[in-house]
Structure formats: structure tokens, C-alpha cells
């Protein structure tokens, strides 16, 4: 299973971007679903994650500005982005996170798509 993102573009700061995350086929036991970001020189971060209970986390330079959600039938994830600033600048990842029989679960990964912000 393959994770398809899109929706990644250049935006001048304070505009929007609404990033869209499919999978190829269909995952079961999906415990959560998130966006992760990774700027040059620096590791992947978490930016929002949505769980099975619908409940969210988002990491706080982001709270505000950005909402994640789900299509639960079609395991789609979308990250809405309003109000861009250029620190937002990064890759962005898809994770879908599944529930396993081994003591960890297992993490699907997108290829990731570039938002670039000026100002």
C-alpha cells in the first residue's frame, strides 16, 4: 500500500493550502492518521495527528492555523493549512499508523510534498 499526497504548492505568507493523503488500497485497523513535516537540516516533526477516536493533536506553532481531517470510508487524510507563514516551509509526510499483532504498530509513510512560503 502506497500513501498518495497532493496538494503541496508555493504560497506567499498568509494564504492557504489544503494538503489531501489517499492510500492505494484499503487499511483496516487504522489507529491514527497524521501529517509530519521536515525542513532542511532538521528531523521529521509531528504537526497533527487525528486518532481513531477522532480526537487531535496538533504541535503548537501550528494550533490556530491548521486542521486536520478524515474521510474515514475512504481513508483519506486532509490537512488544511490557513494563514502560511514561511517557517512552515517544509516536506510534508502522510502517516497512517495501523493497529498489529507485534508489539508495535505499523506505520505507513507517503513520499511527502513541498509547501515553500515567502513573505
Known amino acids: 500500500v502506497e500513501l498518495l499526497e497532493s496538494g503541496g504548492g508555493l504560497r506567499q505568507a498568509g494564504e492557504s493550502l489544503r494538503l489531501s493523503c489517499v492510500p492505494t488500497?484499503?487499511?483496516?485497523?487504522?489507529?491514527?492518521m497524521g501529517w509530519y513535516r521536515q525542513a532542511p537540516g532538521k528531523p521529521r516533526d509531528l504537526v497533527a495527528v487525528?486518532?481513531?477516536?477522532?480526537?487531535?493533536n496538533y504541535v503548537d506553532s501550528v494550533k490556530g492555523r491548521f486542521t486536520i481531517s478524515r474521510d474515514n470510508a475512504a481513508n483519506t487524510v486532509f490537512l488544511q493549512m490557513n494563514n502560511l507563514k514561511p517557517e512552515d516551509t517544509a516536506v510534508y509526510y502522510c502517516?497512517?499508523?495501523?493497529?498489529?499483532?507485534?508489539?508495535?504498530?505499523?506505520?505507513?509513510w507517503g513520499h511527502g510534498t513541498q509547501v515553500t512560503v515567502f513573505s
Open positions: 487525528i486518532a481513531a477516536d477522532d480526537s487531535t
Open positions: 502517516n497512517i499508523r495501523v493497529k498489529s499483532r507485534l508489539p508495535s504498530p505499523l506505520d505507513y
Open positions: 488500497a484499503s487499511i483496516s485497523s487504522v489507529q491514527s
